[in-house]
């Protein structure tokens, strides 16, 4: 494929769909397809049809619009609408709206189901790098992506550029590791390209193994558009010299794989992967493999050995992967939002990068909002907005007129930051700052009925399930501080227990072999430095101040009181 003949696909593309009149796009991401957006599809292009639309109404199958809660959605692109929870019944509505003038009105509000406007602060607040396309195009199709640019990276990079000059953009645009650590890209890029392999053989890796609790964002970027994320692997393959790739996908994503495996066909058959692409010598491939669903297999060293074959289990760095990864050879992993972000960097320049975000945090991150929030959803904002504005303005603020409590970020790895922390930035230095970590990108916003303990407890027992337990301290670190969390919340423990936990956490943090461990006490931590109070009124006063938890013991230690007082006034028999 060269230039010309990219350009004269996306010409012809571009022109086909113009020929349309009105443009109705219907989520078919995991979300709305869980509520059957496929019949709502089907039940609009009949009506367009039976309407003899066809050559004026054009439906398509799109990726993630980002209104998770709302489903199934439809986008009537050209009257600037999302109508959300349409179902095939509503189809003969929708087609004579196009028909109809809009109100005009501000509908930016998503009470009842009905409209939500394109230009409403949901859309207009957002600032979409990684999911520029997503929800506009139809992820089975390439020529979709070709139409808005894609592939364009791909033959820039093969036919004008270095490797090193790759490089030099991603590091110019300050890019960090969208996988949790946030090390910067270019570095990381610039290593392995550096690092010596004795066969000459180097390895991609596609980080998709995505297990947080409440993060889907890998999720919906590959079902959305798999297309943006092989060709930030392309690029990142030329740039450090792999001539092969893996996407790493966890098997609970069935979508995803297959969207993935239609994207990986396309991309071989236009010619963007295989030999000598774009006409050069550079070759490359990329082979899909699946997680079994630990969390673990996400940690990097644990990924490398799942991929080659063996048991899913982290190792002790240095050497790092950059060095030492795959079958022993250089490896590159990142994340699949990284990779997502590497054509438009191309595309736009590192500077152009830079400008987006804060000082030391570039560029968008995709959230994904879930618990007590309005809009449960994913939504991509320039780093350093203020958390308000992506819980107030974005998420639409907390439902049934409940009160703001806390937000958890970084998942199992991450912490809890309270109202009093609302208007910190959000980006990787002060959510650590403030004793949380960015993490993958999940938000789990809760409100006043949420106990806090009760959510450090949760974490932890995740973490104690998904510890692989080839060291101690995580092995019986996260066993131990979730029985006492566990004893904390059903009223048997003690102010000693609290001490133990405190001494458990900085063990497990500090002699863990991976970052599971490592991370695992970073729930309680900042619970514990922000809502240390309710731990108290569970141990002291045997009282959950939410309400959520149940003591084991009261009826039982209400009885004894009850007879202490009896005796004392003689009525005890
Ligand atoms: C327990 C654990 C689980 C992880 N899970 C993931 C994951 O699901 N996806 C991911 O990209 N990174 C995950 N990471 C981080 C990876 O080890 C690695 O840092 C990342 O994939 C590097 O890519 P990046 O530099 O693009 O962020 C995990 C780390 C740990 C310690
Ligand atoms: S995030 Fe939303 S718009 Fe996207 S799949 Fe989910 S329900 Fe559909
Ligand atoms: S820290 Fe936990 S998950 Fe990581 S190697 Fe040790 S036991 Fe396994």
Same mark, same amino acid.
């Given at each position: ?11 012809? !593309?571009?022109?086909?769909k @113009?020929?349309?009149?009105?443009? *109705? ?8 397809l ?6 709502v ?6 009506e367009v ?20 809660? @709302? ?26 709206s ?12 998503l ?8 230009? #409403? ?35 820039? =990079?093969?036919? !004008?550029?270095s490797?090193?000059e ?15 650590a ?7 890029w610039?290593?392995?390209a ?40 392309? *690029? ?14 966890r ?18 058959k ?21 997680g ?8 990097e ?5 799942? =991929?080659?074959? @063996? ?10 992967? $950059? ?6 050879r ?15 960097i191309?595309?736009?320049g ?15 991150k995709?959230? #994904? ?8 959803g ?10 308000? !504005? ?7 603020? *907390?439902?049934d ?7 958890q970020?970084?998942?199992?790895s ?8 609302l208007?910190?930035? =959000? ?5 650590? @700052? ?18 806090? =303990?009760?959510?450090?407890?949760y ?9 692989c ?13 979730? $029985? ?15 001490g133990?936990?405190?001494n458990?956490?900085?063990?497990a ?9 490592q ?22 006063e ?7 938890c ?20 003689g009525?005890?028999?």
């Amino acid at each position: 494929m060269t230039h010309d003949e990219l350009a004269e696909i996306r010409k012809a !593309e571009q022109e086909r769909k @113009q020929k349309y009149k009105h443009k *109705i796009n219907v989520c078919m991401a995991s979300g709305c397809l869980s509520l059957r957006s496929d019949l709502v599809k089907e039940a609009i292009t009949k009506e367009v049809d039976k309407e003899c639309l066809a050559d004026s109404v054009l439906v398509s199958k799109v990726g993630c619009v980002g209104l998770c809660s @709302q489903g199934p959605i439809v986008v009537l692109e050209t009257k600037g609408e999302v109508r959300e929870g349409i179902t095939p019944e509503d189809a003969e509505a929708i087609i004579k709206s196009l028909g109809a003038e809009h109100d005009g009105g501000n509908s930016n509000e998503l009470v009842d189901g009905v409209v939500l406007r394109l230009d #409403s602060k949901f859309f207009t607040r957002q600032k979409k790098i990684v999911m520029e396309h997503s929800g506009l195009i139809d992820p089975d199709r390439i020529e979709d992506y070709i139409a808005v640019g894609g592939y364009e990276s791909v033959l820039d =990079v093969l036919t !004008e550029m270095s490797p090193a000059e790759v490089i030099d953009q991603v590091t110019r645009s300050g890019l960090r590791g969208r996988g949790g650590a946030g090390y910067p890209t270019g570095l990381k890029w610039s290593t392995v390209a550096k690092a010596f392999s004795s066969s000459g053989e180097k390895f991609i890796i596609c980080n998709a193994d995505e297990g947080d609790p409440g993060a889907y964002m890998d999720r919906s970027i590959l079902e959305s558009n798999p297309h943006q994320v092989i060709e930030g692997m392309i *690029i990142g393959a030329f740039a450090v010299g792999a001539s092969k790739g893996f996407v790493y996908v966890r098997a609970e994503y069935p979508l995803a794989i297959e969207r993935l495996k239609i994207a990986l066909k396309q991309a071989e058959k236009f010619g963007f992967l295989g030999h000598n692409i774009g006409g050069t010598t550079f070759s490359f491939t990329v082979e899909l493999r699946y997680g079994a669903g630990a969390f673990v297999t996400g940690e990097e060293t644990a990924l490398i050995a799942s =991929v080659g074959g @063996q048991r899913g289990l982290p190792q002790q760095r240095p050497p790092y992967p $950059a060095e030492r990864g795959l079958f022993g050879r250089p490896t590159l992993i990142n994340n699949v939002e990284t990779l997502a972000n590497i054509p438009p960097i191309i595309r736009n320049g590192g500077d152009w990068f830079a400008k987006i975000g804060t000082e030391k945090s570039k560029g968008t991150k995709v959230f #994904s909002l879930v618990g007590k929030i309005n809009n449960v959803g994913l939504v991509e904002v320039p780093l350093g907005m203020p958390l308000r !504005e992506v819980i107030y303005d974005l998420g639409g603020g *907390i439902p049934d007129g409940r009160t703001f409590k806390a937000v958890q970020t970084g998942g199992p790895s991450g912490g809890c930051i309270p109202a009093e922390h609302l208007d910190l930035p =959000v980006d990787f230095e002060s959510l650590q @700052q403030a004793g949380s970590i960015m993490g993958s990108g999940g938000m789990i916003v809760m409100d006043d009925a949420s106990c806090m =303990v009760d959510v450090a407890k949760y974490f932890m027992g995740f973490c104690k399930s998904e510890s692989c337990g080839k060291c101690i301290p995580c092995r019986v670190g996260t066993v131990q501080m979730h $029985a006492i969390l566990e004893r904390i919340t059903d009223g048997t423990a003690t102010m000693e227990d609290l001490g133990l936990l405190e001494n458990l956490c900085g063990l497990a943090k500090n002699a863990s072999i991976c970052g599971l461990g490592q991370s695992a006490p970073n729930p309680v931590l900042s619970t514990l430095r922000y809502f240390r109070d309710e731990y108290r009124a569970h141990i002291e006063e045997r009282r959950c101040p939410a309400g959520v938890c149940k003591f084991k013991n009261a009826g039982k230690d209400v009885y004894e009181e009850d007879l202490e007082v009896r005796d004392e006034t003689g009525t005890s028999s």
